[in-house]
T-cell receptor, first 115, second 109 residues
Framework: EPEVTQTPSHQVTQMGQEVILRCVPI?????FYWYRQILGQKVEFLVS????????KSEIFDDQFSVERPDGSNFTLKIRSTKLEDSAMYFC?????????????FGDGTRLSIL | DAKTTQPPSMDCAEGRAANLPCNHS???????VYWYRQIHSQGPQYIIH???NNETNEMASLIITEDRKSSTLILPHATLRDTAVYYC??????????FGTGTSLTVIP
């Protein structure tokens, strides 16, 4: 069964550095998402992406964050000038284009640790 | 504000049916109910979704009340691997999912 894959599984970065989290969505999906989950807290929506542009973003997704689909398969989340509070699990998700009712399918996440 | 209300935790004996309730009293007519689960810190796993009819797949059954203000996820024969946090989600305007705190289900041997 096709799945969303994320790399790396664990990323350790010094505070202030830039980090890029990578995702390969399911191949025929058209909608892409990033969520994050701080340890012990809820899964929080960050951003959704469709047709090569952001379609929705949360208050968390400020100028520090950006997303890109650099080619036909990858979907990336860039965090500039990382802060300690950016430490979290970051989940990528994708869904098909057959209407809004199709479920999102999630990857197993990247654990980001900021030192 | 949370759109759904779930009990924080439940136990279920292995081999028995696990019935997980969810209240979504403010659901609108064209919003679907989705169920996901999260095992440890893995990514949320899709289970099932529905609009107003009951649904069944290889993982679970979803029972939605006639007024659509509540639903129940049924795992017919719970196993230890079903121990997880289960999230009931109503699709909001736009296409983001709002994850609440969910129900932590513990399957007991």
């Amino acid at each position: 069964e096709p799945e969303v894959t994320q790399t790396p599984s664990h990323q350790v970065t010094q505070m202030g550095q830039e980090v890029i989290l990578r995702c390969v969505p399911i191949s025929n999906h058209l909608y892409f998402y990033w969520y994050r989950q701080i340890l012990g807290q809820k899964v929080e929506f960050l951003v959704s992406f469709y047709n090569n542009e952001i379609s929705e973003k949360s208050e968390i997704f400020d100028d520090q964050f950006s997303v890109e689909r650099p080619d036909g398969s990858n979907f990336t989340l860039k965090i500039r000038s990382t802060k300690l509070e950016d430490s979290a699990m970051y989940f990528c998700a994708s869904r098909g284009g057959q209407g809004r009712v199709q479920p999102q399918h999630f990857g197993d996440g990247t654990r980001l640790s900021i030192l | 504000d949370a759109k759904t209300t779930q009990p924080p935790s439940m136990d279920c004996a292995e081999g028995r049916a696990a019935n997980l309730p969810c209240n979504h009293s403010t659901i609108s007519g064209n919003e679907y109910v989705y169920w996901y689960r999260q095992i440890h810190s893995q990514g949320p796993q899709y289970i099932i979704h529905g609009l107003k009819n009951n649904e069944t797949n290889e993982m679970a059954s979803l029972i939605i009340t006639e007024d659509r203000k509540s639903s129940t996820l049924i795992l017919p024969h719970a196993t230890l691997r079903d121990t997880a946090v289960y999230y009931c989600i109503v699709l909001l305007a736009g296409n983001q999912f709002y994850f609440g705190t969910g129900t932590s289900l513990t399957v007991i041997p």
